[in-house]
């Protein structure tokens, strides 16, 4: 019996554990203190049925009927599909620890022997076990030194596989769904807690049947020599099983919370520097300034939450280990004495109480080994679901196949959007940012999207590029053949856009413009920077494998602007979006661009004879003279309006 629950208990302390922590997640949501929300946690336990036997059993069955231990085993699944993946570097890792464990037992055996030899001054087969004892030693170096380094290839492995569906699928995930994160936290779980994932995956079941196989081959040949000796060594089991329960449940606690505060803090580090230069021009990052004290205080306060997570979780393990490491010594002591006895007495040698005193400190090793395998588990949980929840994302929704959408390339397209809806929370009771509007573009059009800033402009080009869906009404691509098309992910390759600020990437020039057509030649980027108005200044920076740096580090806005416009030119994509992709231009080179768009639009086709189709959101009232039609967002309204109109729009928001 007693065996049995020393099997079975840390199994129904994760059980347990996984409710804990689903009540903790809801118990955060209420208060930032640490400490409220284990006494908040805890409160909640004994409102579930105490802590006696009964309560265990209670909330055991509670947490399956919650979901709590269902979630637990479903992030279990997910890591241990990483294992199946891998399973046989995994068996290869525990074929190196249980073959470095049984040599580490055989050196111990021989080194007993030894031992009565030197005492009994017998020494003619001395050499020959020293011998055993040396090549043992090396054998068992070897083996631990091979098992060390297949695992750091194994977790590398998995971690960069790991990480890169994480990625792939985020780049695939919908868009709404990937905004609800900050991105310091999206690094964090894509760094770190995909890191701890993968650890587990690949060495938590080599574990626990190495340190298995090395608690039972002590215990057996302790028990082989010695019957109470071998449960003496035990001793220290049952305090370790009484006292797991609390230590597993706070180590889990506290490591959640060290895990937000680094991805609160990531997320700070993160915005400011995407936001390098805005901190520095509002003074944020000049000692003294009134900004930089409150900007810079918020970041050491951030910094001190982290610290303090961290310092809490470090003393809750020191505590830990003191308990634990006391425990041991008592056990120690009792096995030291025990064994003077027996040596008093004359029941075993000087080599048998040293290998008994090594072997028990073996057993608690190894029995402390697993007891800690449990938190680690525990731990892992955590981060799995912190992946998963990424993972877990929706993908866009696709209308239709990627060889369909790239046949409607060739084809001249209208763009319809019908009586649309779309407000960007599920809560009725949030303004929507569009009602019954309706929207269209033919082939070849250039059209001005105008309104006050907030009113919906950015959302209408995202509902046309399937980044967002409507809550009612119809988005379509209209081909020449009357057959309509439901915007979605696999259409964006028909668009190209340049969205508002500065969307320049690190690198060369050549290579920011590569990124939409990589197979794209030199003459046809020097013919997109013509068009852009860029060729000139690319030119003076010495060509298109001059360097920019991060956010266009090295140019002008309206530099970057022009870039942008002719990566979208470049991309020769049947319709054009333009999200105040000028506001950085004067009126004169923004109306040449527009002109060499328009003048060269079928030309840059290289698909079909129809011009491009061009839309621009913008506040600048000096490419009215320049389109076929106007729409006017306002009061969550698309409205059609005449050239007049606009210009007294214009007029009045002066």
């Not at 009134?290 to 939450?305: I, L, N």
């Not at 949030?430 to 070849?444: D, H, I, M, Q, Y």
């Not at 050239?643 to 002066?654: C, D, L, P, S, T």
Request: proline share 3%; charged share 20%.
């Amino acid at each position: 019996m007693f065996f049995s629950v020393l099997l079975f208990h840390p199994f129904f302390v994760i059980i347990h554990n996984a409710e804990v922590c689903a009540r903790a997640a809801h118990a955060a949501a209420d208060t930032d203190s640490r400490f409220n929300r284990v006494n908040t946690l805890e409160k909640t336990e004994q409102k579930s049925g105490g802590r006696g036997p009964a309560g265990i059993v209670k909330r055991i069955f509670g947490s399956f009927r919650d979901g709590s231990a269902e979630e637990f085993f479903s992030d279990m699944r997910w890591i241990f599909g990483y294992t199946k993946k891998y399973k046989w570097f995994v068996v290869i890792q525990i074929l190196f620890g249980v073959l470095s464990a049984s040599l580490s037992l055989v050196s111990a055996i021989i080194s007993k022997y030894a031992i009565d030899i030197v005492i009994n001054r017998k020494i003619g087969s001395l050499w020959l076990l020293i011998a055993a004892v040396a090549a043992s030693a090396v054998a068992g170096l070897v083996f631990s030194s091979l098992q060390s380094r297949v695992s750091a290839k194994i977790a590398l492995r998995v971690n960069n596989d790991m990480r890169a569906e994480l990625f792939d699928k985020l780049m695939r995930a919908d868009w709404q769904g990937v905004k609800k994160f900050q991105s310091g936290d999206i690094l964090n779980r894509l760094n770190g807690d995909t890191q701890t994932a993968a650890s587990i995956a690949i060495s938590w079941i080599p574990s626990v049947i190495v340190t298995g196989f090395s608690f039972a081959s002590s215990f057996v040949t302790i028990l082989f020599y010695n019957v109470p000796m071998a449960f003496i060594a035990l001793l220290s089991a049952p305090f370790l099983v009484v006292v797991s329960r609390g230590l597993m449940k706070k180590s889990r606690l506290f490591h959640r919370l060290v895990l937000e505060k680094e991805s609160a803090l990531m997320s700070f580090e993160t915005e400011t520097f995407c936001n390098y230069d805005t901190v520095k021009s509002l003074g944020a990052a000049r000692a003294g300034a009134g900004a930089a004290e409150a900007y810079g205080e918020r970041f050491r306060c951030k910094q001190e939450e982290c610290k303090t997570a961290s310092l809490d979780n470090n003393l809750f393990l020191i505590r830990a280990n003191i308990l634990l490491t006391v425990s041991s010594y008592i056990v120690s002591f009792a096995t030291f004495g025990y064994c003077l006895s027996l040596i008093w007495h004359g029941a075993i040698s000087y080599g048998t109480m040293t290998f008994f005193l090594q072997q028990r400190a073996r057993i608690t090793a190894g029995f402390s080994s697993f007891i800690k395998l449990v938190p680690q588990l525990l731990n892992s949980a955590v981060s799995a679901h912190r992946v998963r929840e990424l993972s877990d994302l929706p993908p866009e929704p696709q209308a239709e196949t990627p060889e369909q959408a790239a046949e409607l390339a060739s084809r001249p397209l209208s763009l319809r959007l019908t009586n649309i809806d779309f407000r960007y929370s599920d809560d009725a009771a949030v303004k929507p940012v569009l009602t019954r509007s309706s929207f269209s573009a033919e082939p070849g059009e250039i059209i001005a999207v105008i309104g006050a800033s907030g009113q919906g402009k950015t959302t209408l080009l995202r509902l046309i590029l399937g980044l967002i869906r409507p809550e009612g009404g119809l988005a379509e691509l209209v081909d020449d053949s009357g057959r309509a098309h439901t915007v979605s992910a696999e259409h964006r390759r028909l668009f190209s856009y340049v969205p508002q600020g500065n969307t320049v990437f690190s690198g060369t020039i050549a290579e920011n413009l590569r990124i939409v057509r990589p197979e794209a030649s030199d003459e046809e980027l020097t013919a997109a920077l013509d068009a852009a108005c860029a060729l000139r200044f690319v030119t003076r920076m010495g060509g298109i494998d001059a360097c920019i740096g991060e956010k266009g580090h090295g140019i002008s806005e309206g530099q970057a602007q022009r870039l942008a416009i002719a990566r979208a030119i470049l991309r020769d994509a049947p319709i054009l979006l333009l999200d105040e992709a000028t506001s950085g231009l004067d009126i004169e080179t923004e109306q040449l661009i527009i002109r060499n768009i328009i003048a060269k639009g079928s030309s840059f086709n290289r698909s079909c004879g129809a011009k491009k189709t061009c839309i621009v959101a913008t506040h600048r009232p000096s490419i009215l003279a320049l389109c076929d039609k106007i729409f006017r967002v306002q009061d969550a309204k698309i409205t059609l309006v005449s050239a007049e109109e606009a210009e007294n729009y214009f007029k009045g928001a002066q």
